[in-house]
């Protein structure tokens, strides 16, 4: 959504950067993947970006719902699964841990490995005290941040 932000994806390895504040989404995702359209959508957003994301998708591709930063639940054409063979996944992963304890429990271990590996190294965009919680909930809401934020006593 930002030079900034493009930058950073930039310096951590994206082979494919979208503005999709200046770009069109859907066009974009199908140039990026030589007119083929994205195997899987990975969405936190919501909100007007699902749909032109999954105008984008490719024949058997599947859109991950992650959640809904942008506020907004998305109405989506449901006749575009069938057309292009889609699938819509939801991932919740408090429900996960729940339900299925052992997968879960395997998951985090791969995770911790890949992290004490060097592999994910998550990025924290900003540390704040604990007396400025309200700033950094706002400079969120705001999206002035890029990664995590972290509250420190």
């Known amino acids: ?11 951590h390895g994206a082979d494919v ?18 007119g083929r359209g994205p ?12 749909e032109p994301a999954l105008r984008s998708i490719a024949w058997r591709g599947r859109h991950l719902v992650v959640g809904f930063a942008a506020g907004d639940i998305p109405k989506l054409p449901w006749n575009l699964m ?4 889609a699938s819509v996944v ?3 992963w408090g429900e996960f ?9 395997a998951a985090m271990r ?8 060097g592999k994910l190294k ?18 969120m809401a705001e999206r002035k941040v890029t990664g995590k934020v972290v509250i420190v006593p």
Request: hydrophobic share 40%; aromatic share 8%.
């Open 39 to 50: 195997d899987v959508i990975y969405d936190p957003v919501g909100g007007p970006y699902s």
């Open 1 to 11: 959504s930002s030079a900034e932000k493009l930058e950073v994806c930039r310096a």
């Open 17 to 34: 950067l979208i503005d999709y504040t200046k770009e069109d989404l859907r066009e974009a995702l199908k140039a990026a993947t030589g």
């Open 110 to 117: 791969e995770m911790l490995g890949w992290m004490a590996e």
């Open 90 to 92: 939801g991932v919740f």
């Open 82 to 85: 069938l057309l292009k063979g």
């Open 122 to 139: 998550p990025l924290v965009s900003k540390r704040y005290p604990l007396g400025e919680t309200a700033q950094a909930l706002n400079d």
């Open 97 to 105: 841990a729940k339900r299925e304890p052992k997968a879960n429990l």
